[in-house]
């Protein structure tokens, strides 16, 4: 079985050589000026359907959202038709307003890398490949050599921006080589680094593992994990979240491990159960709603993926055709080490994203049913791919349902492009998903089932049906705790019915760094809120900051939306924490005032029993035990 990227000559430089940190020249660490209308209107294509809506002009393989309008997309070296700098293009800046992309230059060979955004806004891109020619094949000189003048990117720190002609810039090195690393952000908005291999491969092997990780900004060498070093060969881009006890879960082959990364020892807990989840398995992996209802305690949910043993890995034998697992777990490492089983996915998926909605839903999609990510000239490859059928059905998680009925297509339409290995997709500001990438080649290739895909789609959540929520008042940067804030929301707003301010909530979101079915640093967090109704039917939602916490949400760019009735308003950009990388802020939480309903309200048609019936079981509402009596009086003073 041949590795994802051929490396022939590959393992000719020592161990401690540089992998590059590319930054992005990104200035997207200031929150950009809010829309006219904040949260404005959203237009999108019909219900539940995809729409093709632009030419992402690189090849996918990785991207995030760096501003309101502007996504970031990052490919590996290879022959894209676009030029730049006298060689193919490898990045590209894509323009959500306009649907069209501009070419950047990225520096090295960012081939796998992984990525995230730092606490003051940088987002860097981390590791990579060594340098390539023509089919993924080592180049003769490692600092740039025709056709692709790409140098290695083994130890690369990219970072990108948004004035419209700005590039991806070298910003230093890691310590050491990593090809595959997975980047987790920590509460003080630096980033943990882990794992990989040197030179690539389709798995890992024992010669070029890298089981250990660092920080950046840099903390001393790096530390060994012990549950990489027993976890070969399915360990790259190990499966990490960083946890409210601001230690970080490790997943990755069949093991489980809580590192606790500011101490520096780690131990397990219990095996994950049915697939391997990890790349190539590559189930979806997503940190499930952290909201006040559950204390913002997580739980990080794992669907799809491959039940295929360490020992077979590297044999040969059809792995394209291998069924994918329908098995999805959760796992709550705070409270529990063992795993528990929620509904199976419909169908047998590899390389399924799971996307996570401000509704709090979970969309999955992208991927193949049979087979794993990676590629090769085997004879039993499907051009290169080592996945085939592809499933162009999306499918929608709702935790809340109750167990038989958790996942659910309904009204939704497959879409028309195949998202197999090296493909992309992440929420964005409007509530659509992105879905973009798939090119299970060594090289740009048009000549096989599975080509080089361009084509950008968007994904119509059920609310694109509905008329958005405009709220005013949104903050531009949100700390932990102290004083809160209030949003304004209209009759319209509240879809003409005040029952909807009861279950109103506000959101803070980070869409992650979307790459080899991973959305790094994807999160949601529900703010703590209560709300008056005023007497025309309009409401102020009085919300608090985030948690005092940091690790239940890291510091650093991020959207926030209002969600009422099932419906969010248009995210805008907010700057979570001080935006500055170190110890942030921190105060105890303002209380919020007492919910309460103008009298004119409160016992007419629909002020009744919809809402009066609710009020108590409001977990949100602090110190509510009031009665409607009790709420009429304290109205008296407000409104
Ligand atoms: C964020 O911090 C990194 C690491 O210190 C630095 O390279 C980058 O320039 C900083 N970005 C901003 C916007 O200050
Ligand atoms: C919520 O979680 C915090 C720790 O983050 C804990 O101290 C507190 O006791 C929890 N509250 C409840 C009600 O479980
Ligand atoms: C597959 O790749 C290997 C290693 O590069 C090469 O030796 C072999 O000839 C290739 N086989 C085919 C059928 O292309
Ligand atoms: C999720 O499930 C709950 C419980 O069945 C239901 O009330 C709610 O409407 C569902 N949400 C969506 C968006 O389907
Ligand atoms: C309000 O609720 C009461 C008690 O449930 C009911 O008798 C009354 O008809 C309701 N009023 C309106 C206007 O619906
Ligand atoms: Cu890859």
Redesign the pocket.
Known sequence: MLPCSRAPGRRSRPFATAAALL?YAA?T?AAGSPPAVPGGPASGGPVGTFQIVGDSMVSAQQLFVGTADKVYIVDKTENNPTQIQGHPAWAAEYALGSNSARAMDVVTNSFCAGGNV?G???WVNIGGNQAVTTGGVTAASQTGSPPYNDPDGGKSLL?PCDDGNCDWSL?GDLATRRWYPSVEALDDGSLLIIGGCEWGGFVNDAAQTNPTYEFF?PRGNPVTSPILTQTLPANLYPLTFLLPSARVLVQTNWQTAILDYKKGTEYRIDDVPDAVRTYPASAGVVMMPLTPKNNWTATVMFCGGQNIASNRWVTNWNIAQHPASQSCVQLTPDLSGAYTHVDPLPEGRTMGNLILLPTGQVVCLNGAGTGVAGYGNDSWAVGWSYADHPLLFPVMFNGSAPPGSQWSREGFTPSTVERMYHSTATLLPDGSILVTGSNPNPDYNVNVPYVTEYRVEKFYPPYFSSRRPQPAGLPLQVGYGGDGFDVTLSKDDLFGDIKHIEHAKVVVMRMGFSTHTMNMGQRMVELESSYTVNSDGSAILHCSSLPPNPAIFQPGPAFIYVVVNHVPSVGIQIMVGSGQ?GQQPVKPPAPLPTSVIAKNLVGSEKGNASVSGAWQANPRVRGWTGLVAGVVSAMMALV
Request: charge should be negative; proline fraction near 9%; aromatic fraction near 0%.
């Open positions: 930054v200035s660490g730092l003051n806004g940088t970072d910003t900004p990388i």
